[in-house]
């Protein structure tokens, strides 16, 4: 069967300071993966998407940076956290092709101060 | 401009009766709806789904309909548990290559023992 694991569960990071949250999925090749953040009392938000290795699609204008470095492997980075940036940080994989079912990780919650 | 809205922030249901939660969209392109279920916390838990192909879809307790015409989607639960207490998110997506899930804003369900 298939999981998804992300890391950190929560952290709290000064403004200015680099983030990064890594995402793996595992029991499945090729997945597509997502980046979604939920801020507080607001639905999701998609942030990034990827089809395969090296391949990011930005959604929204903003101050983080999406990775695939390796099939399974999702980061999500930032050189400079802003406050605007907290929130609820979600991975999420569905099977290569297209439409489909979303499974998402447990999430992180990103507090910056 | 929201596609997706779930104009009910929060719903109370005692314990054993039926749960409705409703979704509308705007884009005639949807044509996959999906149900999640969100604990505090945690990431969303996929719970049904349904094709524009069809107007219903069961699972055990949980029932989704679809109303094209109208544009109206609702997932029925029946019968209600405590454990279903949680935030329920509505999403669609078109079934071409965007891979987008586009998300309501969720709607709270509390039921009472």
């Known amino acids: 069967s298939q999981t998804i694991h992300q890391w950190p569960a929560t952290l709290v990071q000064p403004v200015g300071s680099p983030l990064s949250l890594e995402c793996t999925v595992e029991g499945t090749s090729n997945p597509n993966l997502y980046w979604y953040r939920q801020a507080a009392g607001r639905g999701l938000q998609l942030l990034f998407y990827?089809?395969?290795?090296?391949?990011i699609s930005s959604e929204v204008p903003q101050n983080l940076s999406a990775s695939r470095p390796q099939d399974r492997q999702f980061i999500l980075s930032s050189k400079k956290l802003l406050l605007s940036d907290s929130g609820f940080y979600l991975c999420?994989?569905?099977?290569?092709?297209?439409?489909?079912?979303?499974?998402f990780g447990p999430g992180t919650r990103l507090l910056v101060l | 401009d929201q596609q997706v809205k779930q104009n009910s922030p929060s719903l109370s249901v005692q314990e054993g009766r039926i749960s409705i939660l409703n979704c509308d969209y705007t884009?005639?392109?949807?044509?996959?709806f999906l149900w999640y279920k969100k604990y505090p916390a945690e990431g969303p838990t996929f719970l049904i789904s349904?094709?524009?192909?069809?107007d219903k879809n069961e699972d055990g307790r949980f029932t989704v309909f679809l109303n094209k015409s109208a544009k109206h989607l609702s997932l029925h639960i029946v019968p209600s548990q405590p454990g279903d207490s949680a935030v329920y998110f509505c999403a669609a997506s078109v079934g071409d290559s965007s891979y987008k899930l586009i998300f309501g804003s969720g709607t709270r369900l509390l039921v009472r023992p």
């Open positions: 990827s089809v395969g290795i090296g391949q």
């Open positions: 884009n005639s392109m949807f044509d996959y």
């Open positions: 999420a994989w569905s099977l290569a092709g297209g439409i489909g079912t979303q499974y």
């Open positions: 349904i094709s524009s192909i069809k």
